[in-house]
């Protein structure tokens, strides 16, 4: 049973074009996040949603759009996509804000050509 | 604003033991400490929420020193499976979940 799953694994595309990734949990959580890992491990928070609101909104360009249909869902859709946009991008979820368990999904990595 | 964690990279031994630092310049009032393995999800070790507490997992503890806005994380007796890169992340933003991580230390067993 895969408590956060994201698809696709692997993205591999060329620069200017637009992608999506997804993410589902089944965790029962009512928070969801996107992070950006770079190539040098550096683990960066993107956005959060909870119960399908916007609750943070880093400085990411706005070729970057989350969107949550129910909050056991959290996309993510990237529009011309730009070779800095290679990266592994993992979701992640919690029962509330706070201080609480974040639990991550495998992660998406996105290589842009 | 982003935790330093010292040291940033340390090889050891099967049986020998590790201590990794996690220090900000800000006010502390959480430390969360997650590990990473190569081509993994980071999973969560533990959080700690209040200054001077203490918290263990089979040979995993951490310590957080709420004025000296500090945290370490021991691992006594490192086994293989210890390998990975370790995130300590502290909290911003109010009560929005946000955490800002460490850059990581990279933690190599060897048998």
């Known amino acids: 049973d895969t408590a956060v799953s994201q698809t696709p694994k692997y993205l591999v595309t060329q620069m200017g074009n637009d992608k999506s990734i997804k993410c589902e949990q089944n965790l029962g959580h009512d928070t969801m996040y996107w992070y950006k890992q770079d190539s040098k491990k550096f683990l960066k928070i993107m956005f959060s949603y909870n119960n399908k609101e916007l609750i943070i909104n880093e400085t990411v360009p706005n070729r970057f759009s989350p969107k949550s249909p129910d909050k056991a869902h959290l996309n993510l859709h990237i529009n011309s996509l730009e070779l800095g946009d290679s990266a592994v991008y993992f979701c992640a979820s919690s029962l509330g804000m706070g201080a609480v368990t974040q639990y991550f999904g495998p992660g998406t990595r996105l290589l842009v050509l | 604003q982003q935790p330093v964690q010292s040291p940033q990279a340390v090889i050891l031994r099967e049986g020998e033991d590790a201590v990794i630092n996690c220090s900000s310049s800000k006010a502390l009032y959480s430390v969360h400490w997650y590990r990473q393995k190569h081509g993994e999800a980071p999973v969560f070790l533990m959080i700690?929420?209040?200054?001077?507490e203490q918290k263990g997992h089979d040979k995993i503890s951490a310590s957080f020193n709420e004025k000296k806005q500090q945290s370490s994380l021991y691992l006594t007796a490192s086994q293989l499976s210890y390998s990975g890169t370790y995130f300590c992340g502290t909290p911003t933003g109010g009560n929005t979940g946000k955490l800002i991580f460490g850059q990581g230390t990279t933690l190599q067993v060897k048998p």
């Open positions: 700690l929420l209040k200054g001077g």
